[in-house]
């Protein structure tokens, strides 16, 4: 059984660097980096372990017919383009049967073809961040155990958002959104 995982990682945004070594901590992972700007691309793999991480050149917008090709010989394909271009994967995803991954929001395009995604068998995952998500349910996981325990949280640090002092939590989820473009 072939237990190599070819995935297709469209962007190179500064956002796809950590996915990317994330996704190489798996010796069966290779990576084929796509992007209109195939020096970004390169840059990025150099970094990386470059016989697992190759840089491509693909415009998903122009180029339809190599945009299909590269998603028809991998296993998943994790767009990280500007949401405005997922549809151009969307449609090579569905045409060759191929699950999608993308940061983005569900679009109302994305919504449209939902059903024909679900009656080819497909996962299309959008939106899978922390926001508020995933942080803020952990730590509540964790903070509620320590207490069941007898134990006491004096650290919490969070990468993406807030638990807040009990006297700042002034909305019903209790969480305080920040946002920094640095």
Known sequence: MNTNKKILVLGSG???????DYLLQRKENTITLGSNIITAAQEICQRKDISRCI??????VKDSSKLKKL???HNIVISYVPP?????IANACLDVGRNLITASYISP??????DEVKSKGLIFMNEIGLDPGLDHIFAHKVINEANKNGEKVISYESWCGALVATEYATNPLMYKFSWSTK
Do not use: G, S
């Open 109 to 114: 395009e994305m919504q449209k073809i939902d």
């Open 84 to 88: 405005t271009f997922h549809m151009y």
């Open 71 to 73: 998603v028809e010989e």
């Open 55 to 60: 840089p491509v050149e693909v415009d998903v």
């Open 14 to 20: 500064m956002m796809v660097e950590p996915l990317l």
